[in-house]
Each structure stands twice: as C-alpha cells, then as structure tokens.
C-alpha cells in the first residue's frame, strides 16, 4: 500500500473516506480571557517525533536529548519552568492577549499574577514534564496506514491539551519567581518601546502584514517581544532572533519563521547603522 499524505485524500480507484486533521485545540472558553494565552496553530510533527514516546524527565534534573527529539524543559526542583524560553513563551500570550483586549501588557501581566483561583481548581504538574518548547510543525506527514494515522492524530489533540493547560494555568503554579521576574522585564521592555517599534515595523513588514494587521497580531507581538530584548534589554541579537524564529514556529504559520527572521536582521542592522553614526 502506498504511503498516505495527511491529510488524507481519497483515491480515485476504491474511493477511501476522507480523514480531517482536526485543529489544534483553543483554550476553554470557561477561562477568562486575561488567562487566555493564544489559538495554537494547526500543525503536524515529523512522523519520527509525532509517534514517538519520550522518557519523562526526573524534577530537579536537566531534560537529555538525542538525535530525533527535541530537548524538553527545563524543571527547577519546585516543579516549575526556569528557562529563558519559557518567559518568552509567556510574554508573547501576554502581548497577544493585551493587543486582543486593548490593555496595557504590564498590567494585564499583573492581573494574571493576582487573579484568584477558581474554588476546587487544581494544576497537575506532571503536565509541565509532558510540555515541549521545542516541538514545532512541519509539513504533511506520510503514514502507511489508518492506523498509524489514528495515533499521529490522537498524539497532536493530546499535545495540544497540553498546551492548553500549561499556558492558562496561573503563572505562578508553571514559572518559577526568576523566570516570573524576566518575563515583567520583557513586557516592559515592550511597553515603554512600542510606539517608536510600531514605526519601525510598519517599515519592515511586507505589505500584506500592513493590509492586514489584525490576522497577524501574533506575529507582530513576537516582532514587538524580539525588538524590545534586543534594543531596550541589549540581548545578544542572534540568540534573540533564534528564540523568536522558533517561536514563530511553534505558534504560527506559513512563512511567518522566515519573514520575521528577514525582518528582525533588518531591524539589526539598522540599530548597528545607528549606533555606528552615533560614535562618529
């Protein structure tokens, strides 16, 4: 039988049922929206990956890699996210969800922060060791059955509950008070440098970003996170620009990566150019 590409097609000669690739799931319309995050994309993994069983890692104990998977994250010995991306993460559904709102991103932050928990909720923090900041789409993947289909499908609805529960759980259950901090920087950063990065990215961004800019506002809000670290935080560029890229990846589509890299080494540039002329 000849491989099948997901989604599935029928083929002409015996007709076979067609098989949707569901999207990903949003988040529950019974949060509130300040704990909403952002519409995690549609998506497929690589086969290799998408089917595959990764050994939970040990709390307290960096994540081990190999050559098919891509690292999990990292877990302090609270139980709580501590790297740099999981802020990163964090902040970019705190602009999203700000520009969504009309909010100021430090305060909604703040809001998030000291929101009170619903009476009987609970987190189960064995969902943090299941979460993967590194797990990002791809192309159509080729399986060779139903079956195989079935799982790769059941796999991406689980990975994208998942995601769901870790990015509306309220910040201080996922992020550790270090990771906490940052990500407050990072927004303000963001809030004291947007109306002069509106200008710079209404120069950058391709025309059909401009024609419409409500489809991209999570592509902006990584553009307006990734500017802020680099120009305001003085991050290292490229490092900065990685991070952004791979988030584009995680959450958004088409050519987002690729446009928002082109974009944000621009916008380096011309930060070089300035700093340049003001030593002359």
Not at 167 to 173: C, D, E, F, I, Y
Request: some cysteine.
């Amino acid at each position: 039988m000849e491989g099948l590409l997901l989604p599935m097609c029928p083929s002409p000669s015996p007709p076979k049922p067609k098989t949707s690739i569901p999207q990903r799931s949003p988040f529950p319309s019974s949060l509130p929206t300040q704990n909403a995050a952002f519409y995690l994309r549609s998506s497929l993994r690589t086969s290799t990956f998408a089917l595959a069983q990764p050994e939970a890692p040990v709390l307290g104990q960096p994540a081990t890699t190999n050559n098919s998977l891509p690292a999990l994250p990292k877990i302090d010995k609270t139980g709580r996210f501590c790297s740099p991306r999981a802020a990163r993460e964090l902040a970019v559904s705190i602009i999203y969800a700000a520009c969504l709102e009309g909010l100021d991103p430090v305060r909604l932050f703040e809001k998030r922060m000291n929101a009170r928990r619903e009476v009987g909720y609970e987190f189960d923090k064995e969902k943090l060791l299941e979460y993967n900041h590194m797990s990002f789409g791809g192309p159509p993947v080729t399986v060779e059955s139903d079956e195989e289909a079935n799982k790769l499908l059941q796999h991406i609805e689980e990975e994208s509950a998942i995601e769901a529960e870790v990015l509306t759980a309220p910040p201080k259950l996922v992020y550790n008070k270090l990771i906490l901090r940052f990500t407050k920087k990072l927004l303000i950063a963001v809030r004291d440098a947007w109306d002069n990065h509106v200008q710079v990215i209404n120069k950058i961004v391709p025309q059909n970003w401009k024609n419409e800019p409500s489809g991209k506002i999570l592509e902006l809000s990584i553009l307006h996170l990734a500017m802020s670290e680099m120009a305001v935080l003085e991050a290292r560029h490229q490092i900065v620009i990685n991070e952004a890229v791979d988030l584009a990846k995680r959450f958004c589509d088409g050519a987002a990566p690729r446009i928002i890299n082109g974009c944000l080494r621009t916008f380096v540039r011309e930060l070089e150019l300035e700093a340049s002329n003001n030593q002359v």
